[in-house]
């Protein structure tokens, strides 16, 4: 029987098979997740535009990640507690953490443990990709319905490798159709395939997307000072709004240097920067953290200095500078060390 | 699963490769070893010794027993194959209560069981006997070393016979394209069943029947029913499912393995149900154990009561415990009153319609499953005190996505086998059109790939 099958048949019957394929992968996400069988999802359906370009969508929700009314990685606003925000990118939003596990949901834990009641609240704002930029033309807007007493700074430093354009308003890009087998595919694909063989792939993606181009050595100082300037104004702006900031070092999963066994976990890193040289990225690190405690003593700003403090290696990161559960707890502790006393210090009313 | 990532997939295809491309049937042969040690290894570790050890053992001593037929040299051959068996299988079990007060105890608990002994020992009986009794089996040590430690069936059967392999051994054709096609689909089949046990285990999300197992204190008598129907669905499809893979990765190398199972939850009967489920161990029980036993006398008392018996060993060979002699007891306990009943319709000409046959099978097999799954006594009594009584309420209501999943399985196994009745071949998917069997085969890749990492282990390596 199967000898007298034209190729068609077959050509049909592969059709078939990627059909089943997809079929599958959604009938999955919608008994997992409840994701709908027809639309696109994926990590853009948590947010939305608007006159001020990307922002949550109220009440998203994608995999592990749920926001609230106010399109916040963060349970709905508390009327009776101490709001804390939470400013910064993914690594502050939480990626391979379990849900709950994100370091702000810690760091809320460890304050109301240490004041024995349910004192505060911490205002998760932070989104992938946030840069301050972002941050600095939505902060009023976030003030005004957050209204917190303190705000924790922990700034994404790889974003300032490529100078944000201030004009430019980063918005979602509008849902296409995709196969979501293939994404399912590819994650599959990471965590089965040999690291050597994926550090390989990656220096072959890092070639071919860089094509040519120059390779930065080290950060150019204009980048510095950008940095610089943003943080500067983003401090500044909170101050005047009477919101005392609390400025975190950046840590990554090197520590003060990149040991053979770790070189993978940096070229992963470097995929999403190519231009940058490899042994250019803790130098990158280690200026920008000075310009974080330099900015501090000139503010007269609360450092709390992951950079140092936070043990490095994969058990506290997953990859580059995103925390594990045990990371994000290690950093919840570091920051809690520092916060609580300033809470104290700070009294006052529950809310600003 | 050890035969299904990248690396032992390859593996088997060059090793397939080899095996198709070598002339010589020794040198074949030696190539089929060498992977199957390589195998084991991979697998058991330094438990390959043992493997060895048995393999040597059991050869020279059943060519002494063909040629001396000796009783005596039979014994102390069963004495030495049970002692290795017992010294990992059951020994450290007696040891734990004194675990605490005596290192030997300790060191005896701590014995790890070496992967697949309970299979490859009664492989090794089996042999033994049969050249006890004289039958024309005159393997070569090459020959004998894969009967035993064959990759495909070394780690959890079926149990093969040697008079069943060896003639296979010696033909002189070779595995083909078409032995790997035919082996292959088989596979797949497999993999398919094996999936879908996992998933009934682990559930859609996480709520299957480990879940309600976990949870079986707060079962009324309507869950604990749904619970077993999916518990016996769960492990038929993973073992059934385990048994067709591996008859299918031997066919690919043109070895015909004996069936294991043969749509059991059809059966009409428990003696049907026992000739239908494990076959190879049921047949085992039945040729070295049970007949031996039943001619030393032919009182109705005796025969009933070494029936009993050997479904206790039945039982006993899966786990030295409690759970499982009373597993055993009441399957021979069913075997006995099947016989009772026949005799009983017989004289009175009673005829049973086949839906009531089956109901009543289907029920009893299914509630001794509370004996083979339950962690400890009081569970199994709990779970029995529901499953006896319609009107035990639940404190723990199951989830509408497990509900499903059973529902579903048994209507998806029933049509099934409805199906397969009517239509061409009970295992070959050849009356499938190809976009169907595509279609198959996808789902079932995207539930191997997908569900790997959430699924529990095979539940038969345990034994």
């Not at chain 1, 104290?344 to 529950?350: A, D, E, T, Y």
């Not at chain 2, 016996?232 to 199972?261: H, M, P, T, W």
């Not at chain 2, 295992?427 to 990492?453: D, Q």
Request: hydrophobic content about 45%; aromatic content about 14%; proline content about 6%.
């Amino acid at each position: 029987m199967a000898s007298r099958l034209t190729p068609i048949r077959y050509l049909i019957a592969l059709v078939v098979a990627g059909a089943t394929f997809e079929g599958a992968a959604r009938l999955d996400d919608y008994i997992a997740y409840r994701a709908p069988l027809l639309e696109s999802y994926n990590a853009n359906v948590l947010y939305t535009n608007d006159e001020l370009g990307k922002r949550g969508r109220p009440f998203a929700h994608y995999v592990k990640w749920r926001f609230n009314s106010l399109g916040y990685r963060s349970p709905e606003l508390d009327p009776n507690r101490i709001r804390i925000l939470t400013i910064g990118a993914s690594e502050t939003f939480g990626l391979y953490e379990s849900a709950g596990q994100e370091y702000p949901r810690l760091v809320e834990a460890e304050l109301n443990r240490r004041a024995g009641t349910a004192t505060y609240q911490v205002v998760n704002v932070a989104f992938p990709g946030l840069t301050n930029t972002t941050v600095l033309r939505r902060l009023p807007e976030i003030l005004s319905t957050v209204q917190p007493k303190v705000a924790v700074i922990y700034a994404s430093l790889s974003n300032y490798i490529y100078l944000p354009d201030p004009t430019v308003i980063p918005r979602v890009p509008p849902q296409i159709f995709e196969w979501r087998i293939a994404s399912k595919a590819k994650t599959v694909l990471k965590e089965i395939l040999p690291l050597a063989l994926q550090s390989q792939i990656r220096s072959w993606e890092i070639g071919r997307d860089l094509g040519g181009g120059q390779v930065l050595e080290r950060l150019p100082e204009e980048n510095v000072t950008f940095f610089r300037l943003e943080l500067r104004g983003l401090l500044e702006r909170l101050q005047v709004a009477g919101v005392e900031p609390l400025l975190v070092t950046h840590a990554t999963r090197f520590g003060d240097h990149v040991t053979p066994e770790e070189r993978p976990a940096l070229i992963a890193w470097r995929k999403f920067y190519p231009n940058l040289s490899e042994g250019a990225f803790l130098d990158m690190e280690e200026r920008l953290n000075q310009v974080i405690r330099e900015e501090a003593a000139t503010h007269k700003i609360t450092v709390a200095e992951a950079a140092r403090e936070m043990p490095p290696g994969p058990r506290y990161f997953a990859d580059f500078v995103h925390f594990s559960d045990d990371g994000s707890r290690a950093m919840s502790a570091i920051i809690s060390e520092k916060l609580y006393p300033l809470l104290l210090q700070l009294g006052g009313s529950r809310k600003r | 699963m050890p035969f299904l990532s990248p690396l032992p997939l390859v593996a088997i295809f060059l090793t397939w490769l080899a095996v198709r491309y070598t002339p010589a049937r020794q040198a074949r042969h030696a190539i089929v070893l060498l992977a199957s040690g390589i195998f084991y290894y991979s697998v058991g570790g330094s438990f390959i010794v043992i493997l060895a050890l048995s393999i040597v053992f059991n050869f020279y001593w059943g060519d002494l027993l063909r040629r001396t037929s000796s009783t005596p040299l039979l014994f102390t051959g069963i004495a030495v194959n049970i002692g290795l068996l017992s010294t990992f299988k059951y020994l450290p079990q007696l040891a734990q209560p004194w675990a605490n007060l005596s290192p030997t105890a300790a060191q005896i608990a701590a014995l790890v069981l070496p992967v697949g002994i309970s299979f490859w020992t009664f492989q090794g009986l089996s042999y033994l006997f049969d050249q006890y009794r004289g039958e024309e089996l005159d393997p070569t040590l090459l020959e004998f070393a894969i009967y035993i430690a064959f990759a495909p069936t070394v780690l959890s059967g079926p149990i093969s016979r040697l008079s069943e392999l060896l003639p296979q051994l010696r033909s002189s054709e070779r595995a083909g394209w078409s032995d790997l096609a035919r082996g292959t689909q088989q596979m797949w089949v497999g993999i398919w069943m094996i999936s879908l046990g996992r998933l009934l285990g682990s559930g859609v999300p996480a709520e299957g029947v480990t879940w309600a197992f976990d949870r079986s204190a707060g079962l009324g008598f309507f869950e604990v029913w749904l619970l077993l129907i999916g518990y016996g669905f769960q492990i038929f499809f993973d073992f059934a499912g385990y048994s067709r893979l591996v008859i299918g990765l031997a066919a690919g190398f043109a070895i015909q393995l004996q069936e294991n199972f043969d749509r059991p939850f059809l059966s009409l009967t428990p003696t049907t149900f026992w000739q239908r489920w494990h076959m190879s161990l049921s047949f085992w029980i039945r040729d070295y154990l049970f007949m031996p036993l039943a001619m030393v006398r032919g009182d109705l008392w005796w025969r009933n009561g070494v029936l009993v018996l050997s479904m206790a060993v039945f039982g006993l060979w899966h786990q030295a415990s409690w759970l499982f002699l009373l597993w055993g007891v009441y399957q021979g306990t069913l075997l006995v009153l099947h016989r009772f009943w026949q005799q009983f319709a017989k004289r009175r000409k009673l005829v049973v319609p086949d839906l009531l046959s089956w109901l009543l099978t289907y029920v009893v097999i299914s509630l001794g499953w509370i004996l083979f799954r339950s962690q400890d006594l009081p569970q199994a009594r709990a779970l029995l005190g529901a499953a006896l009584n319609p009107w035990a309420r639940a404190t723990v209501s199951l989830p509408a996505s497990f509900v499903w999943l059973v529902l579903l399985t048994a209507a998806g196994y029933f049509s099934w086998c409805w199906l397969s009745e009517r239509l061409e071949g009970r295992s070959s998917l050849n009356w499938i059109p190809v976009e169907g069997r595509f279609s198959f085969y996808a789902l079932t890749s995207y539930l191997v790939v997908f569900y790997r990492s959430s699924v529990e282990s095979f539940i038969y390596f345990r034994f």
